[in-house]
């Protein structure tokens, strides 16, 4: 089956930087598109950005605009953030949209998801 495994949160002092990953086995990867998401703790499930399933298109949210970017190498997809605030403390979701329109910006529309990684942003 498609499986999704995220890695790379942890706790990162503001202004720090991380690069989460995401491992995509069980499909064909050069097939998908690519997004992340987050959440925080009572907040709804939040589109970050995208990529195509050439890696040669991406796209954000505007909010992310400047800080985040997304990349994707031959089965793993990536999102670095920098200059890291408290605000961005959620965990972090990768998914999966076989159907591959681009750019999709919504949960529904994509097919599998990772598990999550927690990102936490605190001095």
């Known amino acids: 089956q498609v499986q999704l495994v995220e890695s790379g949160g942890g706790l990162v002092e503001p202004g720090g930087s991380l690069r989460l990953s995401c491992e995509v086995s069980?499909?064909?990867?050069?097939?998908?598109?690519m997004g992340w998401f987050r959440q925080a703790p009572g907040k709804e499930r939040e589109f970050v950005a995208t990529i195509s399933r050439n890696g040669r298109s991406t796209y954000y949210a505007d909010s992310m605009k400047g800080r985040f970017t997304i990349s994707r190498d031959n089965s793993k997809t990536y999102l670095q953030v920098m200059s890291l605030k408290p605000e961005d403390s959620a965990v972090y979701y990768c998914?999966?949209?076989?159907?591959?329109?681009?750019?999709?910006?919504?949960?529904?529309?994509?097919?599998?998801w990772g598990q999550g990684t927690q990102v936490t942003v605190s001095s």
């Open positions: 998914a999966a949209d076989r159907d591959a329109l681009f750019p999709v910006r919504t949960v529904g529309n994509y097919d599998y």
């Open positions: 069980g499909y064909s990867f050069s097939m998908l598109a």
